[in-house]
């Protein structure tokens, strides 16, 4: 049982900045591929960004590229998304989640997931 602890989530004005930050409790972290998802009421979890065991390789939601990046720390079982130039359709509740993957996959989808976080909410105004 992996377990992810999301931090860094807050109430920011558009056009800010935060950084999420994912800890995971297990050694075996570089072994899952790692996504953030995002969920608002009434709305399914959206897929945000993944990023594959290595670090290498990574994949973006349109409505989030070029303004979110993702990265990992391997030795440190720490998932990241710096998220830039925040807009107010960005508010939502932001999990991380941790899928078995091969070194080249990055999974888009919720149901390729298997551990998920608590969430934490990302809130910005206008």
């Known amino acids: 049982q992996v377990q992810l602890v999301e931090s860094g989530g807050g109430l920011v004005q558009a056009g800010g900045s935060l950084r999420l930050t994912c800890a995971a409790s297990?050694?075996?972290?570089?072994?899952?591929?790692m996504g953030w998802f995002r969920q608002v009421p009434g709305k399914e979890r959206e897929f945000v960004a993944v990023?594959?065991?290595?670090?290498?390789?990574?994949t973006y939601a349109d409505s989030v590229k070029g303004r979110f990046s993702i990265s990992r720390d391997n030795a440190k079982n720490t998932v990241y998304l710096q998220m830039n130039s925040l807009e107010v359709g960005d508010t939502a509740v932001y999990y991380c989640a941790a899928a078995l993957a091969t070194t080249i996959t990055i999974p888009t989808i919720p149901r390729a997931y298997v551990y998920w976080g608590q969430g934490t909410q990302v809130t910005v105004s206008s």
């Open positions: 297990d050694g075996t972290f570089s072994s899952y591929a």
């Open positions: 990023v594959s065991r290595s670090g290498t390789y990574t």
